[in-house]
Structure formats: C-alpha cells, structure tokens
C-alpha cells in the first residue's frame, strides 16, 4: 500500500498512542475479537494459534508465568485443560475492560461465559492493570514471560524489554509473538484498490516497527540464545462481512465506518470474480532465555 504523508503519520501514532489505544482500540475485546473472528472461520491451519503457542511452553511443573498485554485471556481459556496444576498464572494488561473480559472467559464473575473446569484452576490467575514499561513485580519474580501481538505498541519498548529482563528469573524463559513483514499483504493490496486514498488503520505500519523479520537484534540486547519459530497459516477467505468487520476493526476514522455497506459490495465482487480470497499469515514468536 502507497502511503500518503499525513496518513503515515497517522499510522504510526495511533499504534502507539496509548490514549487511542487503551479508549478506543482496546476498551473492551470487540475489536480484537472480531479479529480473533476472521482468523477462526478462514485459517488454513486447524490446529489452532493458541494451541501453537501454548506447545512451545517448555517449564517446569512448578512455574510462575506473566502474560502482558493479555486482552481477553484466549490463550488461557483455549487451554486450560493443558495448564499445569503447579504454574501461577499472573495476567498483565493496561485495559481494565480487557481484564475484566479476561476475567468472564476463565469464569471469574457473575456474568462468566466460561465455567472453569476447577477451584484448583481458580487459584492459579491473578489479574493485574499495569504498564509492560514499568512491570509492578519485584526482580526475579517470573520463570517466564509472554508478550503475544503487544510489543509494537509499546512507546519505548527498550524500556518494556528491560522490565521483562529484570522480572524474569535467571534461567528463565521469554515468549514473545508478533507478525512478519508479509502478514496480511493480500489485505493491504485489496484495500488499496477499494480507495487508496483512506486511512485504514495501523495493521500494516506495526509490522515494520516490531516483527519477526527485524526485533530479533531488539530483543537480542537482553536475552540469550534468541531464535525464531514460526506458524505456517494462510487465510481463505469465503464470506465478505466478517472481512469487513475485520477491516472496520482497524479503522482509524469515522469516514471509513460510514462507508461499511460499499467495503461489503467491493468485497462481495471480489469474491464473486475469484471465489475465494486468499492472504497470507506470517506469525511466530521469538524465544529467548536470561543467563
């Protein structure tokens, strides 16, 4: 996608703006989860993204793990059934209404969604509203540490990383997920065609400032033996309205909200012409340890 100049400035501040962000992109789990949405009804991997990345959870029976930037707790709630008896679970995020979504998904409170599967799971979470550029937990505290899709929103994420560092155990692991260059291309392209001129949102500018392709030598600066796993998915996309729920859910500006009924006559052409739209997925995570 060409990018204009005010649209790039936009861009770029919106992803790390944490007024826009913590009011309007991630007040409550509706934008992500229309997302989360897309990615469910059109992957092509059906072995799941949560799923993925609890597999690569290599701790001890015994472990204390943080999670920051938790949103709406699907990594946990996918696989509770998984978590180990031992582990104390710590959910970190700077939205009150995501924690409180969290909360609801692994059953805490009366308006629950998802009943946990025992009191034992119950006493593993604790929910905390934080900042990842000032962690509020003493050094050493955690044998790991997850950031999944957060760390380019994050202002000065030096800062961030060096609180992960400092909290983190001697021995301890990091887990920290976000996109390649070439996730989403396909959408980018499309969106172009339907007006280059619109300011879609942030998607595709947070690639270039955090993904698997450059913050390895970021993240390089506090941990050991850093590498790179990746998740091979794609998306199929068959239906024009949860495209467009996707799209809207990025969306910066009103404008592109009033014009919701033309964005699902375009898609709908385009589906109609190929049959199906096809985008690829570049997601992973890099693990990494603290001497």
């Known amino acids: 996608m060409t990018l204009r100049g005010s649209h790039q400035v936009t861009y770029m501040s919106k992803i790390i703006d944490q007024t826009y962000l913590l009011h309007d992109q991630y007040k409550d789990a509706t934008n992500l989860d229309a997302r989360i949405r897309l990615h469910l009804l059109f992957s092509t991997n059906k072995y799941g993204w949560q799923q993925w990345c609890f597999d690569h959870y290599a701790l001890p029976a015994e472990a204390r793990v943080l999670e920051i930037g938790c949103g709406p707790a699907h990594l946990w709630a996918t696989n509770i059934d998984r978590v180990?008896?031992?582990?104390?679970?710590?959910?970190?995020?700077?939205?009150?209404?995501?924690?409180?979504?969290?909360?609801?998904?692994?059953?805490?409170?009366?308006?629950?969604?998802?009943a946990l599967h025992s009191a034992q799971h119950?006493?593993?979470?604790?929910?905390?509203?934080?900042?990842?550029?000032?962690?509020?937990?003493?050094?050493?505290?955690?044998?790991?540490v997850i950031a999944n899709h957060m760390l380019y929103h994050v202002p000065d994420r030096a800062r961030a990383l060096a609180e992960m560092q400092r909290v983190l155990q001697p021995g301890g692991t990091i887990y920290l997920a976000t996109n390649g260059l070439s996730h989403l291309r396909e959408l980018y392209k499309l969106e172009e065609r339907f007006d280059p001129t619109i300011d879609f949102g942030w998607s595709q500018r947070a690639h270039d400032l955090f993904s698997l392709d450059k913050g390895g030598a970021e993240i390089e600066r506090f941990f050991q033996d850093v590498r790179v796993v990746r998740y091979a998915d794609a998306l199929n996309i068959t239906q024009a309205a949860p495209l467009v729920d996707y799209i809207l859910s990025m969306t910066t500006t009103p404008a592109v909200q009033q014009r919701r009924a033309e964005l699902q006559r375009f898609i709908e052409q385009e589906l109609n012409r190929a049959g199906v739209i096809h985008i690829t997925k570049e997601s992973g995570m890099f693990i990494g340890g603290k001497a």
């Open 84 to 114: 180990p008896p031992g582990w104390r679970i710590t959910l970190l995020d700077f939205s009150d209404g995501m924690l409180e979504q969290a909360r609801q998904n692994l059953g805490f409170g009366s308006q629950a969604s998802t």
């Open 122 to 144: 119950a006493a593993q979470f604790v929910f905390e509203i934080a900042d990842a550029q000032q962690i509020p937990f003493g050094s050493e505290s955690f044998d790991a």
